[in-house]
């Protein structure tokens, strides 16, 4: 009788391991394969969904992956926001910029979110406004502060209007945030591009140190 019982036990732990594991298979594919809301509005310059924002239109493509609350990323823009403007304006790259929002989760707010759904918003408006909201962004990033919104809705549409976005459906779409759902495509779509940190550059698809010098590997 006890070895019976123990023989029953056993396939009883057994079936619950199988059960956990099929789970955690279940989760891993699913994860992996869910590439956000279906119905998420897009920007006017993001081409596909779950996409970057499109600017320029040179033979080089430029692709950047960034949160706007990443350190590395702030320094990076301050070191070549300019020269990239200066490179679209003379028609030598297609920039393309993906935003990330990883660094909610880690420091306990929804800034990430808040300020790419804006850049969807600015991106609405034009290629300029894109890159001039895009860069005034970083220039106001704080440190990093676990457990405090790095800007507020006020902030962001501030330095919209500083960049010359002005209007109610400006104020709107960033106080509601109408591209939160591309924003989390964009999320799931750096898996699939096999981006694992930010800031990722990207020349012709092929990997750019931050640090290095942007205008002679774009030449």
């Known amino acids: 009788a006890d070895s019976r019982r123990r023989r029953l036990s056993n396939l009883a732990v057994g079936a619950v391991v199988a059960v956990v594991a099929v789970l955690i298979i279940g989760y891993a594919w699913w994860a992996a394969n869910d590439e956000g809301p279906t119905d998420a509005a897009l920007p006017a310059l993001v081409e596909t969904p779950g996409g970057g924002v499109v600017v320029g239109d040179g033979p080089v493509d430029l692709a950047l992956w960034e949160d706007f609350q990443c350190p590395g990323c702030k320094t990076f823009e301050e070191a070549n926001a300019d020269l990239v403007r200066e490179r679209v304006d003379a028609g030598d790259v297609t920039v393309t910029i993906h935003p990330l929002s990883f660094l909610d989760d880690k420091l306990g707010n929804s800034s990430s979110v808040a300020a790419a759904s804006a850049l969807g918003c600015a991106a609405d408006v034009g290629e300029a406004e894109a890159l001039d909201f895009h860069q005034i962004v970083y220039?106001?990033?704080?440190?990093?502060?676990?457990?405090?919104?790095?800007?507020?809705?006020?902030?962001?549409?501030?330095?919209?209007?500083?960049?010359?976005?002005?209007?109610?459906?400006?104020?709107?779409?960033?106080?509601?945030?109408?591209?939160?759902?591309?924003?989390?495509?964009?999320a799931k779509s750096q898996a699939a591009a096999n981006v694992s940190q930010t800031p990722t550059v990207l020349i012709d698809g092929e990997a750019f140190e931050p640090g290095g010098d942007l205008n002679a590997a774009i030449d």
């Open 139 to 186: 220039v106001n990033q704080p440190p990093e502060t676990p457990g405090q919104e790095a800007w507020s809705t006020e902030d962001l549409i501030g330095w919209g209007k500083d960049v010359g976005i002005e209007g109610s459906e400006w104020e709107s779409c960033v106080t509601d945030q109408t591209y939160a759902g591309w924003v989390e495509q964009v």
